[in-house]
């Protein structure tokens, strides 16, 4: 319909038209909040490339939490940072290995959380690989062995989804069979199925201290240029017994989540990564950007793209400003 009849604008006059026809509602239920807990400090410590997140011990994970459910957040991810890292990433499966605490005393406490664990080998290898290094190459069948038995320890100790980040081939089928094989079979596995080699993980990797020592992580984690292969990536993770899939980071991958939702029938998650987050403070610390409005922009945005659940640092602030 052409002007003056049709006027966009008349939906847009005030406040309760334009919340009457908005499209996107962004809600507590669609947030997870993303958090590190280490063995090796008291109390927290704050993350220097991430201002306002924090390296935690047990107990101040465990103070953390009741905020984040009294936010009305209902899920968390949680990253493990061992005190002793070495070449097969041992404290990434081991029983008392500090994510295996941590679960368990998250649980101890009956907090109503999802709890979701990280699963890789990045932060726990002395070499910060995501697998097991023979020469200049991660050996991706060796590695998964290693990935089962860090999502079996895991769920063992208490974890409601495991959430494998390494992107080796068969990590999703090799962690389905350890669980059915444990009688964990109600355990989903939620995969970072489209995973970037990205920049923007740079702050993650001083939070948890896993930068690779040599080399990158291109071998494994997806080249930026690429639509179709994640669209691969998301398929066979789907064959392979994925329950929710996920696109990483999300920003810059906007595209890569519309298609992704349009395509499967299984929740789509989508991780606003460390990087994201550092640009939104840094540049709100120079005073350059109204740095709430812009973070309800960003979250809403991805949902408008297509995900139906947002892994970000912002999520509990967001959550009270919901
Ligand atoms: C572990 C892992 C990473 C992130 C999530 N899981 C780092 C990486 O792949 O180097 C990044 C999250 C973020 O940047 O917020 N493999």
């Excluded at 991706?140 to 980040?165: F, H, K």
Aim: proline share 4%.
């Amino acid at each position: 319909m052409p002007f003056p009849t049709e006027r966009p604008r008349r939906l847009r006059e005030n406040a309760r038209l334009r919340d009457l026809v908005g499209e996107t509602v962004l809600t507590r239920n669609d947030l997870i909040y993303p958090l590190f807990v280490s063995e090796a400090i008291q109390g927290s410590e704050e993350i220097a490339s991430m201002p306002g997140q924090y390296r935690h011990s047990i107990d101040s994970l465990l103070k953390q939490c009741e905020l984040i459910m009294k936010a009305g957040i209902k899920a968390i991810i949680l990253f493990g940072i061992p005190r002793e890292k070495d070449a097969l990433g041992r404290g990434a499966y081991a029983e008392n290995g500090i994510i295996q605490k941590a679960v368990r005393s998250i649980k101890q406490e009956k907090f109503p959380l999802v709890i979701i664990t990280d699963v890789c080998l990045c932060e726990y290898t002395s070499h910060g690989h995501c697998g097991v290094v023979k020469g200049e190459r991660i050996d991706n069948d060796a590695t998964l062995e290693l990935l089962a038995a860090a999502a079996l320890s895991q769920a063992q100790a208490g974890a409601d989804i495991v959430a494998p980040s390494d992107m080796m081939d068969g990590r999703v089928q090799a962690i389905r069979r350890a669980l059915d094989d444990a009688r964990l079979e109600s355990v989903p596995i939620m995969a970072y199925s489209a995973k970037y080699a990205s920049a923007f993980y740079g702050p993650f990797r001083e939070a948890a201290g896993s930068a690779p020592q040599f080399g990158d992580r291109r071998s494994h984690q997806m080249n930026p240029a690429n639509r179709r292969e994640a669209l691969r990536e998301v398929t066979q993770d789907l064959c392979e017994g994925a329950d929710i899939v996920m696109v990483k980071p999300a920003l810059a991958y906007l595209d890569v989540i519309r298609e992704v939702r349009d395509m499967v029938n299984v929740p789509v998650a989508a991780y606003n990564v460390s990087g994201e987050y550092a640009m939104v403070e840094f540049a709100a610390s120079h005073g350059v950007i109204d740095r709430q409005r812009m973070i309800m922009e960003i979250l809403t945005a991805i949902k408008r793209a297509g995900a139906d659940l947002i892994l970000s640092y912002h999520a509990l602030e967001a959550a009270d400003w919901i």
